[in-house]
């Protein structure tokens, strides 16, 4: 038998000490892995109070068997807890959009041969009632919401939760179903009065509908295809049902207009590049900053570029908006180093497709490796680079420790995660996604999940940062309750530029604590992220 493949210590580790039996056999039986517990387990034989599960898994070309042993005794609350935090939203007990992803394809897969639809509800104006209300009214309003859409839609669909009030319905058996109808059933029912709190508040919901097969035929496509619905829908008003807009309509109407500003701002140097700290929990000092991308008006006004992301890459044009904010960043050291420190970080933001890109990454290395301290900047990626894990570890990992450049995993956490990539990638930073901390310290469960990345960011020698944190609750549940180092969010500063701290002096240098130097207001609104 081939000498099974040598696991990293600390993983080893782990899992040698792991309270489960864990075993993995490759296609033709020969065993790979199998820690401590499997063993005892094989011994044992004893049924009765061990749970024994298996199920199959592959990695490229490659396909694996795996085999895991629990105690059926002192587990069973454990396991339920975990599921519903991993497959359930907190707020509306909704399935979440992994759940709502495994459901919609499963159900694909079984009936190909059906009509199927998706529909993605947004709750309008939540921005403005959060503003006025507060979070906590929000939040009872979307619960509510979440109530009246499940006690309209048949019992074959699947109602699931997404985030920032965004619902999806998968409906099925469409034979004797008018859809429009039935979208209008829906609306109608969400301008019903609700009363939250005493307070009777009016409201509303936009529909984008995308099609099975028309429109896509998995999950994520027919996702993606009802949120551009969704986008027409809204752009004409509020409260209106919307299809997917042809490819023409699209690439004639609002997305060509935006790329013609993005490439003649690009051409004439009007993007540029505003900073956000990232502030030590422990003495409230600047520890590094994040670089973040503005677009500066004919006025001379910075305005956030909302997401632009995709549609650079679709114009082609990402791999330069990526190079220009290296080039400024470089070009920007000195003033960095006085509005800060010269030990700060400086993270820059690539796509998971550049991080999997070895020209790309390699041109980028090229030109951060011209200064002296390469080791100062950290790459930030989304879990989404996970897809391409294999070659992320292959390809890009060896070129950023060879030029001493750290990596971040981005929004940890709402994303692809998944334990063996994150194993396999061993990045150096794990950013926490700002879903995590939002009213943490009256949300238990949040607080549960919290703990468990909290523990194994730690466990994987990585460095902790937790983003969006907001107010002062937040910022105080995390001093008292984690062992999380750094923090980000708007409690803090806001994203600006160096020119802004040399005229104002009133943002956040370097040194000093967060008391002293904030004057800006924190944010408020969940969902109001500053674009990268």
Known sequence: MPPARALPSDLEEILENASFGLAVTDADGL?????????????SGDEATVREMHFATQTGDRSFNVSLWLDAEALPDLDEEIFRLAFFDELTGLPNKT??????????????????????????????????????????????????????????DVLGYLANGMFCIFVTDLEDLDI??????????????????????????????????EDGADFETLLVSA???????????????????????????????IEQRLRTALRDQKLCCVYQPKVSLRDNTVVGVETLLRWRDDDGKLQALGD??????????????????????????????AVFAPSISISLNITA????????????????????????????ITEEAFLNGELL????????????VKLSIDDFGVGYSSLSALAAVTADELKIDRSFVQNVHCRPRSQSVLKTIESLGHALDMKLVIEGVETLEEVEYLKQNTAIDVAQGYYFSKPFALEEFVDTGDLLPSGRTRDQARTHTPARTPGNRSPR
């Open 308 to 337: 632009f992301v995709n549609l650079a890459t679709d114009a082609g044009i990402i791999d330069a908006v990526s190079e220009h904010v290296a080039h400024e960043v470089m070009e920007s050291l000195p003033r960095i180093d």
């Open 31 to 43: 065993e790979v892995y199998a820690n401590r517990q499997a063993g005892l387990h094989r011994l």
């Open 353 to 380: 497709h550049q991080a999997s890109s070895p020209v790309f990454t390699r041109n980028l290395l090229d030109l951060l490796t011209s200064y002296h301290r390469p080791e100062r900047f950290i790459l930030e």
């Open 180 to 213: 429009s109808d039935y979208a209008n059933q829906l609306l109608a029912r969400a301008k019903e009065p609700f009363l939250i709190q005493g307070i009777e508040t009016f409201s509303s919901a936009s529909i984008g509908i995308s099609l099975f097969a």
């Open 99 to 156: 759940l709502l992803g495994r459901m919609v394809g499963a159900e694909l897969q079984t009936h190909a041969d059906r009509q199927a639809a998706l529909f993605l509800i947004d709750l309008d104006g939540l921005g403005r009632t959060n503003d006025y209300y507060g979070a906590a009214f929000t939040n009872l309003l979307i619960a509510a919401f979440s109530e009246r859409m499940s006690s309209c839609v048949r019992s074959s």
């Open 393 to 404: 570890s292959k390809n890009t990992l060896p070129m950023l420790r060879e030029a001493g």
């Open 227 to 257: 949120d551009q619905a969704l986008r027409a829908a809204k752009s004409e008003s509020k409260g209106r049902i919307g299809y997917k807009p042809t490819a023409s309509a699209l690439r004639g109407t609002t997305d060509m207009s």
